[in-house]
């Protein structure tokens, strides 16, 4: 079980983007498969929860911002592009 919860995730997340993105990202535990976040971080993703913050259409295409919070310290340990 974790220490950190889906909720507190989703604050840990808005305090570090900002509050406009508190109605725009979901919190999920799937960690999308992506070669960046692989390539980057092969230990402890898969205890994370994950955000995927949206970029604008014309901005990336293919590409997306990932964030990985850790659920037993709630610590961000990943914060990136992944490639999807």
Do not use: Q
Not at 4 to 9: D, G, K, L, S, V
Not at 15 to 27: A, M, N, P, S, T
Not at 48 to 71: D, E, F, N, Q
């Amino acid at each position: 079980m974790p220490v950190w919860t889906r909720e507190e995730a989703l604050e840990i997340a808005i305090e570090h983007l900002g509050e406009e993105y508190r109605d725009k990202i979901k919190v999920t535990d799937n960690l999308p498969r992506s070669r960046n976040i692989h390539m980057a971080h092969t230990k402890g993703l898969k205890r994370c929860w994950v955000i995927h913050v949206p970029y604008p259409a014309s901005i990336t295409v293919g590409l997306g911002r990932v964030i990985c919070i850790c659920k037993k310290s709630g610590k961000i340990i990943f914060d990136g592009m992944a490639d999807f």
